[in-house]
């Protein structure tokens, strides 16, 4: 469980409001930030080959290929305001 804040309500200094760390079953690791979700799942089909509509199915996607391998993992944070 991990929280992300930021002072920034405005998005004027920080505009990215999530951020995506993933370990692809062949230990690909990546950790990048986004502005919008439209964007996380771009990327995320880009990576994986498959067409994505929402932060679920890119959870189930990476549950499914612990198969392949243990360490892989696909974790989603969302910065609040505060």
């Given at each position: ?8 309500q ?11 760390d ?6 690909k ?7 919008n979700?439209?964007?996380v799942f ?12 929402s ?6 996607i ?21």
């Amino acid at each position: 469980m991990a929280e992300y804040w930021t002072n920034d309500q405005e998005s004027k200094y920080f505009p990215e409001k999530y951020i995506a760390d993933l370990c692809t079953p062949d230990d690909k690791w990546y950790k990048e930030y986004f502005v919008n979700q439209t964007e996380v799942f771009k990327w995320f089909e880009v990576i994986s080959g498959q067409s994505v509509e929402s932060i679920t199915e890119i959870l189930a996607i990476a549950e499914q290929r612990k198969d392949e391998n243990d360490n892989s993992f696909c974790n989603i944070y969302e910065y609040a305001a505060g």
